[in-house]
């Protein structure tokens, strides 16, 4: 955390005089990381004879967490001994939570296409692949967890059911910079902080939230108005997306004057479907 200039009011006695709020930026402690998974996910694996590839281009939104993306599949091998070679594209629909101390993924990818089976063209391929607590870890950059799939190939005017069984795998997370790490660091700033402290200690400005990648860029930046309180050497200061769509993206901030410092567990912040304590 970087260190915040003294401070919010200056007091004499009993008595506060109001002033500039003395913070011009808030960067985040180590303890409350907030992870972004936005860029290319790229998946290469046999499973149960099939060999699958997918590659697809995944964002994330700020507010709810949820997470979208579209992009290409092949998958080739063989079920029951027959022959397949299938491609098409990629829709996903996913949510990105806090568990406790982990951030899970749940959800799914839909796929369409075409190709073949034991050499006969298919007349549509639909599919489903449905994800289960998709657990991240950070330090190896991946998210892993259980999928399953199902489906429907159509071929000379018959349903073929499609299925395979629940299984356990890795998928590396967006590494853009290719140079063999995730691009999320899990940091984040409140910065332009521009707020005063009228004559009864109450605290209104603005600043931008932004959570960063890491190569320090920001993912997206959410213009928010600073509103809080001043009472007995404490702040209490939250700063809060300005509109309807970005009011859940949050950071409250409970801070001692007497020594330039967050009162511990009395902090927060919530992003992009996750909210920590610090």
Known sequence: MKSIAPLFLFCMATRCFAGSLDLSEFQ??????????????????????????????????????????????????????????????????????????????????????????????????????????????????????????????????RNLPLSLPRTYLAIDLPDEDMNGEWDSTGNWKISDI??????????????KFAVLDDAGASYDIIDQKISGTVKNGVANLIAAGNSKATSKIKVILTYRESDDQTVAKKSSVSAYGQSRKF
Do not use: C, H
Request: no cysteine; charged share 15%; aromatic share 6%.
């Open 194 to 207: 521009d707020a005063t402290v009228d004559g009864k200690g109450k605290i209104t400005g603005t600043g």
């Open 28 to 157: 985040s402690t180590g303890n409350a990381p907030i992870y972004v998974i936005d860029g290319d996910i790229i998946y290469n694996n046999t499973i149960d004879g099939l060999t699958v590839g997918l590659d697809w281009s995944s964002s994330m939104n700020a507010a709810t967490g949820s997470l979208s993306g579209e992009g290409d599949y092949t998958i080739s091998g063989s079920v029951n001994s027959l022959a397949i070679d299938w491609a098409g594209t990629i829709g996903a629909n996913m949510n990105v939570k806090v568990a406790g101390s982990v951030v899970r993924v749940n959800g799914k990818l839909t796929m369409s296409g075409g190709g073949t089976i034991a050499g006969y063209t298919l007349d549509r391929l639909s599919l489903l692949y449905t994800f289960s607590n998709f657990d991240l870890n950070p330090n190896a950059g991946q998210m892993a967890g259980y999928v399953s799939l199902k489906g429907t190939a159509r071929l000379l005017g």
